[in-house]
């Protein structure tokens, strides 16, 4: 009966999915704000709780809501985070790093953090915001790279790292890591690996482009439709200049704040 009632009168999950958009776009609905049950709002809207659920589910997809198993149903509230760019690869500071830089950047900010990894081959050949590995990582055509792609969560410790941070992929040359650690699928120093491997991280570059997401950036980090992201290119360069790392990441342009500390040496005046 319920269904058959909804039907009559047309796409109700739309609309009470619009009318909870626009409230939060109103800020009737802040982040972190529960918003009124599954029950609540069936009743209000004379609807059934299926078409309720629903409407909650496409909220969901759009990265607006997020369900708290046994409580219910709250804007979501993204997890700002603070990233001092030039101290995350710090060798010095790496030294005293059991797994990463990434997972000790978002302990200090007192959350929790999760790394899905995948370990892959690529060639030379393969291109990532307009660059071939070959431009960036100096190496001849068709020369094979291990590629660590991860998708990074973070979260508060009491709700667990649930929130889609970054895709962070990183290159490097196959013949400089293949007998190590690096290969695997797991959270491990890899600065600390480089340096043993007389290949140390000395200097970088940072290329940075704010532009939307692609449908497939989107779904992954679970992001609104027509999302701004950032994406960042870093090199990774050995005291030599020989570049040894490539990192290509794209976050969400909302929540994060990315601190540059700059020097110039005397003799570049």
């Known amino acids: 009966m319920s269904r058959a009632r909804d039907a009559a009168r047309g796409d109700i999950k739309s609309r009470i999915a619009d009318n909870l958009r626009t409230a939060i776009a109103a800020g009737e609905y802040r982040p972190g704000d529960q918003l009124p049950s599954t029950n ?14 629903a409407a909650f589910s496409e909220l969901i997809s759009e990265g607006l809501v997020v369900a708290v198993p046994r409580r219910g149903f709250f804007v979501r509230e993204p997890v ?9 690869q710090d060798p010095r500071r790496l030294e005293n790093v059991a797994l990463d830089g990434w997972t000790a950047d978002v302990e200090a900010e007192g959350l929790t953090g999760r790394q899905s990894i995948d370990v892959r081959m690529v060639t030379a050949d393969h291109v990532i915001a307009g660059y071939t590995l070959a431009e960036l990582l100096e190496l001849p055509a068709g020369e ?20 889609p941070e970054s895709i962070a992929d990183s290159y490097y040359s196959y013949e400089l890591i293949r007998d190590t650690p690096i290969t695997r699928p797991e959270s491990v120093n890899t600065a600390a ?7 140390g991280l000395d200097h970088y570059r940072d290329e940075l482009v704010p532009r939307l997401a692609t449908k497939d950036e989107a779904a992954r980090l679970q992001l609104p439709p027509s999302t701004a992201v950032l994406e960042i290119v870093r090199s990774a360069y ?32």
């Not at 700002?80 to 995350?88: F, K, R, S, V």
């Not at 690996?193 to 290949?199: F, K, P």
């Not at 490539?246 to 003799?267: A, F, N, T």
């Open 80 to 88: 700002a985070m603070t990233w001092h760019m030039n101290a995350w």
């Open 238 to 269: 050995t005291g030599e200049g020989k570049p040894v790392l490539i990192q290509h990441m794209i976050r969400p342009g909302q929540g994060s704040r990315y601190v540059y500390h700059v020097g110039y040496p005397e003799d570049s005046r």
């Open 40 to 53: 609540t709002l069936a009743a209000e809207e004379d609807a059934a709780p299926m078409t309720v659920r």
């Open 193 to 199: 690996i480089l340096r043993e491997l007389g290949a």
């Open 144 to 163: 094979p790279v291990a590629v660590r792609a991860r998708i990074r969560y973070v979260g508060r410790p009491e709700q667990g790292a649930t929130d």
